[in-house]
């Protein structure tokens, strides 16, 4: 589905664009993700249902030392973590129908605060949505069903620390 997006791609300082050849690439890209993570940080995950957002979500929080489960909040809408160094809040707005829904089940308080927030389907949540620090699109990769396309959209000093450990870590492939 296509929605508009809560924060246009002029709000972005910096955007890097590159193909992940597997899951374990999907996987790589959130350690490095994670590795640059600090409280308070917000993450936009877009992505057409199967993208991979969850796939994404549920590395990250694995590279964080999170040992146990990692549920998809598509039916909870919000499942919390205590790390070790922050809280992080994953949601997933994909069952909202109006754009204040969100607000309106109380969500909004988790974005005050220096918790990390991970956003599935964050078009969902219109435009009164705070604009995230990182944005990840991911899109099948039309040649190989186990590959993705990926664009991440840096903003402001915590997204460009992830970016640039994503780029230190180098786990695109070319092309
Ligand atoms: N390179 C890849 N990266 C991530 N997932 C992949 C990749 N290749 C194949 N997959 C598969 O794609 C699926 C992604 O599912 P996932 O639940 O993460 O999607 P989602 O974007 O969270 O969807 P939804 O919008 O329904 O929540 C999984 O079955 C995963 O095994
Ligand atoms: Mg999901």
Same mark, same amino acid.
């Given at each position: 589905?296509?929605? @508009?997006? @809560?924060?246009? /791609?002029? &709000? ?22 994670? #590795? &640059? ?54 949601? /997933?707005?994909?069952?909202?129908? #109006?754009? /204040? ?20 389907? @964050? ?6 949505? @705070?604009?995230? /620090? *990182? ?11 186990? &590959? ?11 997204? *460009? ?7 230190? &870590? ?6």
């Amino acid at each position: 589905m296509t929605a @508009p997006n @809560p924060a246009s /791609d002029k &709000a972005f300082d910096e955007t890097l664009e590159g193909r992940l050849g597997d899951e374990a690439a999907t996987a790589a890209l959130a350690a490095a993700v994670a #590795s &640059a993570l600090s409280p308070g940080t917000s993450i936009h995950l877009s992505g057409d249902l199967g993208a991979g957002k969850t796939r994404f979500a549920r590395a990250l929080l694995a590279a964080l030392g999170h040992g146990g489960r990692v549920k998809s909040p598509t039916f909870t809408l919000v499942e919390p973590y205590n790390l070790p160094r922050f809280d992080l809040y994953h949601f /997933d707005f994909y069952r909202f129908s #109006s754009e /204040d829904e969100w607000r309106e089940a109380g969500l909004d308080e988790y974005f005050q605060g220096l918790a990390v927030t991970l956003v599935e389907w @964050p078009e969902m949540g219109g435009a009164g949505l @705070p604009a995230p /620090d *990182l944005r990840v699109r991911l899109d099948p990769d039309p040649d190989d069903d186990g &590959a993705r396309r990926v664009r991440l959209q840096a903003r402001g000093p915590r997204g *460009l620390a992830c970016l640039n450990a994503v780029r230190d &870590a180098a786990c695109f492939d070319s092309g």
